[in-house]
């Protein structure tokens, strides 16, 4: 009768490790996207940078997938976000460059739009429309946006907490994001105040002030830092959600200017970097010290909140059942004091004005991408599969088995992420960017082909071979009409009249 009863005690022992084991396979997975703002293709270590550490992003791609070939959805913030979210291209968006829906007032007042929510933020997102927060909220997962949103102003329908997020916490504004120490934030729709005074971006040091003196730059250095205060939001969402499967959509404001960060992190690269020459304000935002070891440490400082994440993770038992996917907007910047060529930002490509960002070539598109999906994402694997923005929403989809609409531009790359064999692949990718007089580009295979100075008429098509020139040196339009005229064509066929003004090519016929 004792044996009898141990062994039932044993089946049921065991029955009850199956079903739990059972249950934790079929358990949706956690999903952290990680989006930085303006962090260039070779600035972190596993992309060959040198001079910039990146220990804990790096470990994930040694514990994930690295790509090779990922796309943003546009060169500059607001449309990037918009493609993110829609799973459309330039071509078929609502939102296609940075739109300060200046017709509301003195929007570029920092102070009046600090006080004033009718001038903060930008051109809203349609509330019709689906986003990728409603994708995931729809297949039951607790949806989260924290860091900087862009696509509609705080009393307007394109706030995050009406197109598809539970949570919001960060900056509605992008131009309010040009201060890392602000005066406030957003918490869902309630406005946060902050322990910072009001400096407006290009404020100037005081006059006299010795320029190599650490102290002359004091003011531009508060109290509540924006990135430490959304960190704390994030692993707060993280612990509050730990028992239901979550979405968390991280835009950092980081490595975006200004440059601001702890002075610990400034330190240790100046320690590394020797002494260096002031940036003194003369090309926007604010001035710093050490500008190279301030934009460095403001990387590292990323890395060390991506570190803590995982961590947190690991410690909620959460790690192997989350997906962390870690990229950036758009390509390195020119202006602030950051200096690309010294970090060589868009390594291997080129980190001259026109290359980067607000520009269509490879600098300023082709952006880094990391996947980490303990057990299902092979360690350690690269993939040169080619990718945008408006492929995360199908490729979220099908992994959560939910449903996107039929009209988006984007496949999803879940097959390449599992090792699978099945992967679809674009005939091209399509951009368009009413901005920087006038882009568009197609990735059509290893052939780029790019249109710039629509506005002043030219309607000339320059045409790379990125297999042979990835730098996008080379022109060989002459070389090859056929492929000129393929690229020509794709280029009519993808562009839709813009709705909004602002956002019209009229060389496109607009």
Not at 80 to 92: E, N
Not at 225 to 247: C, G, R, T
Not at 302 to 321: A, F, H, R, S, T
Not at 457 to 466: H, T, V
Request: glycine content about 8%; some cysteine.
């Amino acid at each position: 009768m004792k044996r009898l009863y141990k062994n039932f005690v044993f089946a049921l022992l065991a029955f009850l490790a199956f079903s739990c084991q059972s249950q934790k396979e079929e358990q949706k997975p956690n999903i952290i996207y990680i989006l930085a703002d303006d962090l260039g293709y070779g600035e972190l270590g596993v992309y060959g940078q040198e001079k910039i550490q990146t220990p804990n992003i790096d470990a994930l791609a040694g514990e994930g997938m690295l790509f090779t070939q990922h796309y943003s959805g546009a060169p500059v913030c607001a449309p990037a976000r918009y493609m993110l979210m829609t799973g459309k291209h330039a071509g078929h968006a609502r939102i296609r460059g940075n739109d300060e829906w200046k017709e509301r007032g003195d929007v570029w007042d920092f102070e009046k739009a600090v006080n004033d929510p009718n001038l903060e933020g930008q051109r809203p997102i349609l509330n019709s429309t689906v986003t990728l927060g409603e994708v995931m909220h729809n297949a039951g997962y607790k949806t989260g946006v924290v860091g900087k949103w862009g696509l509609g102003a705080p009393l307007t329908e394109g706030i995050p907490t009406k197109n598809g997020f539970d949570f919001f916490y960060g900056y509605n504004c992008q131009r309010q994001a040009h201060q890392l120490y602000p005066k406030h934030l957003w918490k869902n729709e309630e406005k946060v105040w902050l322990n910072n005074d009001i400096i407006a971006p290009n404020t100037k040091l005081d006059e006299g002030a010795d320029i190599k003196d650490l102290a002359s730059y004091k003011k531009y250095d508060q109290v509540d830092y924006a990135p430490a205060l959304m960190q704390k939001e994030v692993i707060n969402f993280i612990e509050e959600n730990k028992d239901s499967p979550f979405f968390m959509y991280y835009a950092t404001p980081i490595p975006h200017l200004p440059l601001q960060v702890p002075h610990e992190y400034v330190a240790k690269y100046l320690k590394l970097f020797g002494e260096e020459e002031p940036y003194v304000g003369n090309r926007g935002y604010f001035p710093n010290r050490y500008p190279n070891a301030a934009y460095a440490g403001m990387i590292s400082y990323l890395d060390d909140q991506v570190g803590e994440i995982v961590q947190k993770l690991k410690d909620l038992d959460l790690y192997d059942n989350t997906i962390i996917v870690f990229t950036s907007d758009n390509g390195p910047t020119y202006l602030g004091g950051v200096d690309a060529e010294y970090f060589n930002s868009a390594r291997p490509f080129s980190n001259d004005y026109g290359r980067t960002k607000g520009f269509t070539h490879e600098g300023g598109i082709r952006v880094p991408m990391i996947v980490s999906w303990p057990g299902k994402i092979e360690a350690g694997s690269k993939s040169d599969h080619v990718s945008a923005f408006w492929d995360v929403m199908p490729t979220f989809g099908e992994l959560v088995k939910q449903g996107v609409p039929e009209d988006i531009d984007g496949l999803s790359f879940l097959p390449t992420l599992l090792g699978e064999k099945n992967q679809k692949n674009h005939e091209f990718l399509y951009w368009e960017f009413p901005a920087y007089q006038g882009q568009q580009a197609v990735r059509m295979g290893d052939w780029k082909g790019i249109r710039k100075n629509i506005f002043k008429g030219n309607m000339k098509l320059e045409l790379y071979d990125l297999s042979k020139d990835p730098v996008e040196l080379n022109d060989v339009a002459d070389a090859n009409p056929d492929i000129v005229k393929k690229i020509e064509s794709i280029m009519k066929s993808e562009h839709t009249p813009a709705e909004i003004e602002r956002f019209k090519i009229k060389q496109l016929g607009d």
